[in-house]
Nanobody
Framework: VQLQASGGGSVQAGDSHRLSCAAS???????MGWFRQAPGKEREFVAG????????MYADSVRGRFTISRDNAKNMMYLQMNSLKPEDTAVYYC?????????????????WGQGTLVTVSS
């Protein structure tokens, strides 16, 4: 499975923005998610979604502001980010795993996209 994240850019605090992740390389039926890494900080979990999209989970820092979704027919995953804050500035990575369950641990995800930078200015 190959993952391609896109949609990064520079926005103002309070703005909304959407990231996309395209999956290729065959039929994929595992859980997916987003991680991010801010400058000088460790990589952290942002959001996860089950294969059926029936279950989602979020980091406390983004819950209520970010929404993860996926369209399996198009092999796409999205991260809608609202009310963006400067502390959301990071490189965002889309990830996938072979299992159905969502995980917060980066080591549980075998497939990683190349990352896309989101910069939020105050």
């Amino acid at each position: 499975v190959q993952l391609q994240a896109s949609g990064g850019g520079s926005v103002q605090a309070g703005d909304s923005h959407r990231l996309s992740c395209a999956a290729s390389g065959g039929t994929f039926s595992g859980a997916m998610g987003w991680f991010r890494q801010a400058p000088g900080k460790e990589r952290e979990f942002v959001a996860g979604i089950s294969w059926s999209a029936g279950s989602t989970m979020y980091a406390d820092s983004v819950r209520g502001r970010f929404t993860i979704s996926r369209d399996n027919a198009k092999n796409m995953m999205y991260l809608q980010m609202n009310s963006l804050k400067p502390e959301d500035t990071a490189v965002y990575y889309c990830v996938a795993r072979g299992g159905y369950g969502m995980r917060r641990n980066a080591n549980e995800y075998a497939y990683w996209g190349q990352g896309t930078l989101v910069t939020v200015s105050s």
